[in-house]
T-cell receptor, first 112, second 113 residues
């Protein structure tokens, strides 16, 4: 079946550096993508989303890029902080039923 | 109120027990979801309720029984669970089914002994 996946299971980044988390998707019909952050012992927390008619969207310290040609999604975190340490999931919505298809997740570890 | 709450935070139950997980939201959302999440894995959809009616059942075993008593509450009744059912159970809501963003609760950590 179609799935959303991540290239790097673990990303170690130094505090203050920028982080880039990548995600590949295979359903060309998906029209909405979302990034969630999940800290240990907590539920997923919305970070940022993007629709398929956009290539880029910026939030506070975060930017999501969508490349539909190669079916690639990325999350950029500027000036990474210790509080950014978490597992990051990308998810896509490819149907009208509201089912989110989650990627495998990337563990981000911020080192001092 | 912009959050989804879940109780209890932790639950330990035997395989012969009956227990219930509770979820509540006061955002006026009309779609509510149950997910199961194993350690270091993404959430897996179990059930979707839309306007208090079951809309999606992802072939979940009958030992899990969902209930939506009203538009703000969602329960998951548990009976005769297996140790492999131990996981984090997440509740989520969205304004309507098919609406993009889902808001997640903190989850209930379930251990089946």
């Amino acid at each position: 079946g179609e799935s959303v996946g991540l290239h790097l299971p673990t990303l170690s980044v130094q505090e203050g550096d920028n982080s880039i988390i990548n995600c590949a998707y295979s359903n060309s019909a998906s029209d909405y993508f979302i990034w969630y952050k999940q800290e240990s012992g907590k539920g997923p927390q919305f970070i940022i989303d993007i629709r398929s008619n956009m290539d880029k969207r910026q939030g506070q310290r975060v930017t999501v890029l969508l490349n539909k040609t190669v079916k690639h999604l990325s999350l950029q975190i500027a000036a990474t902080q210790p509080g950014d340490s978490a597992v990051y999931f990308c998810a896509e919505k490819g149907d009208s039923w509201g089912k989110l298809q989650f990627g495998a997740g990337t563990q981000v570890v911020v080192t001092p | 109120d912009t959050e989804v709450t879940q109780t209890p935070k932790h639950l330990v139950m035997g395989m012969t027990n009956k227990k219930s997980l509770k979820c509540e939201q006061h955002m006026g959302h009309r779609a509510m979801y149950w997910y199961k999440q194993k350690a270091k894995k993404p959430p897996e959809l179990m059930f979707v309720y839309s306007y208090e009616k079951l809309s999606i059942n992802e072939s979940v075993p009958s030992r899990f029984s969902p209930e939506c008593p009203n538009s703000s509450l969602l329960n998951l009744h548990l009976h005769a669970l297996q140790p492999e059912d131990s996981a984090l159970y997440l509740c989520a809501s969205s304004p309507r089914q098919g609406f993009d963003e889902q808001y997640f609760g903190p989850g209930t950590r379930l251990t089946v002994t």
